[in-house]
């Protein structure tokens, strides 16, 4: 896990070989900010990239907090916590801490590629506390200051 001012976190999970398989151990107190309330409510995975490769680009405005992992393949990840914009490059064991209102969103993944979700909420088919817009992402940023 980082130690900078940003929200989000990127962490490495650890391999640890065995005779006749490699196990691999997200242990949360490592990935996860000091002192996290972190409690999965729901577990979904993204597989089969197909035309751009990429996710949709978004926010959240409630209360969702998430907690990726590249199980396979490579991918990029694009990370606005509204003090500053960065594209990181993930490979496998790679984590990313995202809470609410920091806009993301997976670029460049490759055909493999396999990530694992963790997150705070149930899932909602209306999508309330989604922001898809960046102008309005923005607008919320500031509003949340």
Known sequence: MNSNSKKYLI????SIEAPNFT?????FYKHLPNFSDFSPKRI???TK????KK???HAHSNN????FVVVQGKTKILLDDG???ETIDLEVNNTVWVPKYVWHGFIEMSDDCIILALTS???DPDRKGYVTNEEDFKKLIVSHK
């Open 44 to 46: 979904y995975w993204i």
């Open 64 to 67: 969702e907090n998430e907690l």
């Open 23 to 27: 196990m691999n151990v997200l242990e």
């Open 83 to 85: 003090l500053e914009k």
């Open 121 to 123: 909420t149930i899932y």
């Open 55 to 57: 996710s949709g680009q």
């Open 11 to 14: 962490g490495k999970i650890s």
């Open 49 to 52: 990239p197909k035309g751009e």
